[in-house]
T-cell receptor, first 117, second 113 residues
Framework: EADIYQTPRYLVIGTGKKITLECSQT?????MYWYQQDPGMELHLIHY???????EKGDLSSESTVSRIRTEHFPLTLESARPSHTSQYLC????????????????FGPGTRLTVL | QKEVEQDPGPLSVPEGAIVSLNCTYS??????FMWYRQYSRKGPELLMY????GNKEDGRFTAQVDKSSKYISLFIRDSQPSDSATYLC?????????????FGKGTKLSVIP
């Protein structure tokens, strides 16, 4: 079944630790995104990729980094976690097909809730 | 002024009611409009997708886009307790050269049995 997966779902970690949040999709999409979401706030785009070896920073400044070595895999890394990184991180993917039939819609994973102590 | 405005609620309705959720936007270049449903501690789930103006119906859900007023709506008929969630509107401009979405803050809906 085509889907988008995120692991771990919940992570509690101490300050200064290096963490990697995993995101994989089996939807065959070429575009992938990372969002940060705090309670009651909008989703903020922090990274996106339109294909292998292509990554860009989003609107919200983030100390995290991403890589896109394989089409289906888009991990996010924090080299040194801080309490200010506590948030929900959402991964999404999309496939632009042109015209009016669709493609701009994004499909989301279940999210990783990160708590940095 | 934010590009997309959405009343965060919370909105509380009795089971069976018709629910109306709305967003306004300022960027006239937006052409694609989406509604997502997000349950607590889950990722957003795509509910409806529309292109340009008009209506689209899917079961109990109807999405409306009025580009002249820069206003989009989601109607839920015969609301159920399982509809209790946060509803996010999102939109994009195909001419911007990107595939990014601009989201509203979301409206929290509770349907009371």
């Amino acid at each position: 079944e085509a889907d988008i997966y995120q692991t771990p779902r919940y992570l509690v970690i101490g300050t200064g630790k290096k963490i990697t949040l995993e995101c994989s999709q089996t939807m065959g999409h070429d575009k992938m995104y990372w969002y940060q979401q705090d309670p009651g706030m909008e989703l903020h785009l922090i990274h996106y990729s339109y294909g292998v070896n292509s990554t860009e920073k989003g609107d919200l400044s983030s100390e995290s980094t991403v890589s896109r070595i394989r089409t289906e895999h888009f991990p996010l890394t924090l080299e040194s976690a801080r309490p200010s990184h506590t948030s929900q991180y959402l991964c999404a993917s999309s496939e632009w097909q042109g015209g009016t039939s669709g493609g701009h819609e994004q499909f989301f994973g279940p999210g990783t809730r990160l708590t940095v102590l | 002024q934010k590009e997309v405005e959405q009343d965060p609620g919370p909105l509380s309705v009795p089971e069976g009611a018709i629910v109306s959720l709305n967003c306004t936007y300022s960027n006239s270049a937006f052409q694609y409009f989406m509604w997502y449903r997000q349950y607590s501690r889950k990722g957003p789930e795509l509910l409806m997708y529309t292109y340009s103006s008009g209506n689209k119906e899917d079961g109990r859900f109807t999405a409306q886009v009025d580009k002249s007023s820069k206003y989009i709506s989601l109607f839920i008929r015969d609301s159920q307790p399982s509809d209790s969630a946060t509803y996010l509107c999102a939109m994009s401009d195909p001419g911007a050269g990107s595939y990014q979405l601009t989201f509203g803050k979301g409206t929290k809906l509770s349907v009371i049995p």
